[in-house]
């Protein structure tokens, strides 16, 4: 919670997650009570003992690939369409109540497919939450399918024929396309004529890079994937050019500040770039990116970087409504958020840090 007069303002504001797996949200207790129901054997680190232990050794990454050690284990007890459902209808939940009034969340079906859970089962549980929770808690979901960058090439391109076959590009089911995992050893370049296929669909591309690989990434993503969005983007502001090029081009940077210092990415929240990325006029939204395993969802996530940066009212106005403007929702929906947003705004007016 905010330590500062920012709170109720932070509260109040319409936000959009843009940076989001779903797979990420999985709490430890979740995670047992589904290892239980469908019979997994979780490994016997010692961490597995409770929900407790498990949620304390997350406080401890050193790295992404630690990281996805836990991720990937805790994954497999997803089974079941239900399962998925489950899953995402309880980060819906808790995004609703943080007023998070859009949500454009990452799905990794190569994982799944792994592990014998087919893509039709992934996405069916959670088109099925998507549908309920704009029913019932007013929240609008897009769905961005992710391939894995760590695999075979020729896999992604595999998982991309199952995605045109079934139409979902075409039919609403799928929103955006992104890329994820392991970054270093695997540059955008290799991914061109993957990416290039998916394009001619009309999808709207997006890339994890700049996480913990150069700004060389980035600029790679946008040359060689067409990408018109940056996942995370943290190296960006180690290039003045490219810094002028994202802002030049309105290339929205889906920040995950808190999650760069959870996997030592940044020595401490300080060492975020947000007021370079605010000076510089690049469109960035903050996020939570797998807030069940970075202790802090998104509302969290806002708190502790005004607690750290001291921002204006004028700023948030910025940050946010920049991520309004580049979501990958209907015009009427943003044009709704932006009316709320800008209620807020007049309410908060005379607010100082």
Known sequence: MCKSRFHGFLKALPKV?????????????????????????????????SADKLRERYGRFTCLDDFLHYYYLGM????????????????????ASEKVRHAEIFFDPQAHIARGVSYDTVVAGLTAAKHRA????????????????????PESH????TLLDRGHFNDGTLT?????????????????????????TGTHLTTHAGEEAPPSFITAS?????????????????????????????????????????????????????????????????????????????QEVYCRVQ???????????????????ESWCSKERKTEILKELDQVLDEYKDLEA
């Open 158 to 161: 595999a998982l991309v024929d």
């Open 307 to 325: 607690d750290t940066f001291k921002l204006s009212v004028k700023d948030w106005a910025w940050i946010v409504r920049g991520a309004i403007e």
């Open 17 to 49: 997650e843009q940076h989001l797996h779903i797979e990420g949200t999985l709490e430890p207790e979740l995670l047992f009570s589904l290892a239980q129901k469908n019979g997994i054997t979780l490994p016997e680190d010692p961490v597995y003992e």
């Open 222 to 298: 946008l040359e060689h994937l067409k990408v018109s969005r940056i996942d995370h983007g943290l190296a960006a502001a180690q290039d003045p050019e490219l810094l002028k090029t994202l802002a030049a081009n309105r290339t929205l940077l889906t920040f995950c500040p808190w999650s760069n210092v959870a996997l030592c990415n940044l020595p401490e929240l300080a060492d975020a770039p947000v007021r370079k990325f605010l000076d510089a006029g690049v469109l960035f939204s903050v996020n939570s990116d797998d807030p069940a395993y970075f202790g802090a969802y998104v």
């Open 134 to 153: 704009q029913k019932e808690l007013g929240i609008t979901v897009e769905l961005i399918v992710c391939i894995l960058r760590h695999l075979p090439v």
């Open 76 to 95: 497999s007890v997803l089974i079941t369409e239900n399962d998925f459902e489950t899953l995402a209808y309880q980060y819906f939940q808790r995004a």
């Open 176 to 200: 955006g396309f992104g890329m994820v995992s392991s970054e270093k050893a695997f540059p955008p370049e290799l991914f061109t004529d993957v990416y290039a296929r998916v394009a001619k």
